[in-house]
């Protein structure tokens, strides 16, 4: 998992990989976005569970375009916006945001797929733990879990000076 801000264009506008890591592991969801099996872009918001290490777990059904599209092409991109701050009169935005080259995984072994569910549950539902773990797995059969690998990643984000 290399951190690189190296090809950012706005290199006034970096975020330190402290900060990249900070987002990854408190942001909510993502854009996933890959070719899809006729070879057209397709994207979609999904939320994710970091691992802490060097993978982002998606969970979804067991069909579908996306897996159509990781089975034809794994190599993926996924990205992260943390806060915006539209601010009307300067014309401009505050955002923060990594993007992340990822190679897409699927068909896990079990004790992974249910290790990604916990890590899930316990960032999503950590009140109700026992409860989600049991709904995990009642709908085992009936959910797909997609590791993303990180390969390369970026991050950059925006502030405005008050006055």
């Not at 390369?152 to 008050?162: I, M």
């Amino acid at each position: 998992m290399i951190y690189s801000n190296k090809d950012v264009r706005r290199q006034d506008r970096l975020l330190t990989e402290e900060a990249a890591r900070g987002l990854l592991l408190s942001g909510e969801y993502g854009v996933l976005s890959m070719i899809d099996a006729e070879g057209s872009v397709y994207s979609i918001p999904i939320n994710y569970v970091w691992d802490g290490i060097s993978a982002i777990y998606l969970h979804c059904a067991t069909e579908g375009r996306k897996l159509r599209a990781i089975d034809k092409n794994q190599t993926v991109s996924y990205c992260v916006v943390g806060r915006t701050n539209v601010i009307s009169a300067k014309f401009t935005t505050e955002y923060e945001s990594i993007v992340l080259e990822c190679t897409a995984h699927r068909n896990l072994s079990r004790e992974e797929k249910m290790k990604a569910l916990e890590l899930l549950i316990d960032k999503f539902s950590a009140a109700d733990k026992t409860a989600g773990m049991a709904s995990a797995e009642r709908s085992f059969e009936r959910t797909e879990i997609i590791r993303l690998d990180i390969i390369r990643w970026s991050g950059k984000s925006k502030k405005v000076s008050p006055g």
